[in-house]
């Protein structure tokens, strides 16, 4: 005897989350690979507690007038597109603001991302194409 969610593929919506299914069987909830916890504040999902409490840090200071002109999640092109590149590469800073008429790049990263070779590399690009934006992590 068939159940009625043998073949359901989708997500279920819960109080509790949200539960996906592939053909009738619960699909365990990906899991960021240095533990980080998705965090909602407003309508705003960010990657970490980390980056959502540091964001509202620099509201506060937005607010102040100690910075201006935030904004989030800012590409800039690291790589273009060109002969053998099918596609153009882009670093994506969590946040972007001005400080004392000084442009700055913020990015929240744990240690263990600071040490990761893709990101050292991005993060090199950054400041050897940008040289009038001044790197922060926190």
């Known amino acids: 005897m068939k159940m009625p969610?043998?073949?359901f593929t989708?997500?279920?919506h819960t109080p509790s989350g949200n539960i996906r299914?592939?053909?009738g069987y619960m699909i365990k909830p990906k899991r960021n690979k240095y533990g980080a916890k998705k965090t909602r504040i407003g309508d705003t999902v960010f990657d970490s507690r980390k980056e959502a409490n540091r964001f509202q840090e620099l509201k506060l200071l937005e607010r102040s007038g100690y910075i201006s002109n935030?904004?989030?999640?800012?590409k800039f092109s690291i790589c273009p597109k060109s002969g053998g590149n099918k596609r153009e590469r882009f670093y994506i800073a969590d946040f972007v603001y001005c400080e004392?008429?000084?442009k700055i790049?913020?990015?929240v990263k744990s240690e263990i991302t600071r040490k990761n070779a893709v990101y050292s590399l991005k993060k090199a690009l950054v400041q050897w194409q940008y040289p009038d934006y001044i790197f922060r992590e926190s």
């Open 21 to 23: 299914f592939q053909d």
């Open 100 to 102: 004392g008429g000084k």
């Open 70 to 74: 935030l904004k989030m999640q800012v």
């Open 10 to 12: 989708g997500v279920v």
């Open 105 to 107: 790049i913020e990015d």
């Open 5 to 7: 969610f043998d073949d």
